[in-house]
């Protein structure tokens, strides 16, 4: 089983609609991030987690809201997609200090 | 601010002979880590090596090296004896050691290995 599994693989939803992706670790990492990946663009932070008490904004959080359920468990929210949240999405986890381990991410298309 | 740079957005290599993969990095702090990632056709991020800034000497990791050159601020990677599975897209990224520890990515760089 991978170590940071995001749900769904792909997701097709039209504009106005809300829509979450699931993202839970293995791992036992207290630091929980969502990325989003756009052609040209290379990977944006859009929020991150250092433990279930602590969330913060990336650099594109407009448009989007996360939940950190439990250390394991970091899901994003977008409240009312629109065709610009197009994108490849990605969680990651990681250590202190250390590298960011991936999910496979999330292909999410806004019709 | 911290910024990644990644001037080839693709480049071509036959197999087995070596290519240099250009990062430059722009940063104001003195402890930072260096890291490169593969993003093959199927999407996900592979980690391949890390460089810390206060590393004296360069990473290795198997076929891959990374050149650090500090004064530069220049990270590249170097794989050597390059297979057709390093077709990708590989990003160079950033994070400093103090504060918030968040990785900054470059826009990537496509690379075809050709037989």
């Known amino acids: 089983d991978a170590d940071v599994t995001q749900t769904p693989r792909n997701r097709i939803t039209k504009t106005g609609k809300r829509i979450m992706l699931e993202c839970s670790q293995t791992?036992?990492?207290?630091?929980m991030y969502w990325y989003r990946q756009d052609p040209g663009l290379g990977l944006r932070l859009i929020y991150y987690?250092?433990?279930?008490?602590?969330?913060n904004k990336g650099e594109i959080s407009d448009g989007y809201s996360v939940s950190r359920q439990a250390q394991a468990k970091f899901s994003l929210s977008l409240e009312s997609a629109i065709p610009n949240q197009t994108a490849l999405y990605f969680c990651?986890?990681?250590?202190?200090?250390?590298?960011?381990?991936f999910g496979s991410g999330t292909q999410l298309s806004v019709l | 601010a911290q910024k990644i740079t990644q001037t080839q957005p693709g480049m071509f290599v036959q197999e087995k002979e070596a290519v240099t993969l250009d990062c430059t990095y722009d940063?104001?702090?003195?402890?930072?880590?260096l890291f490169w990632y593969k993003q093959p056709s199927s999407g996900e991020m592979i980690f391949l090596i890390y460089?810390?800034?206060?590393?004296?000497q360069n990473a290795t990791e198997g076929r891959y090296s990374l050149n650090f050159q500090k004064a530069r601020k220049s990270a590249n990677l170097v794989i050597s004896a390059s297979q057709l599975g390093d077709s990708a897209m590989y990003f160079c990224?950033?994070?400093?050691?103090?504060?918030?520890?968040?990785?900054?990515f470059g826009t990537g760089t496509r690379l075809l290995v050709s037989p």
């Open positions: 990651a986890t990681s250590d202190q200090g250390e590298k960011l381990f």
């Open positions: 791992k036992g990492h207290d630091r």
């Open positions: 987690s250092f433990d279930v008490k602590d969330i």
């Open positions: 940063t104001s702090d003195q402890s930072y880590g």
């Open positions: 460089q810390g800034s206060y590393d004296e």
């Open positions: 990224a950033m994070r400093r050691n103090t504060g918030f520890q968040k990785l900054v």
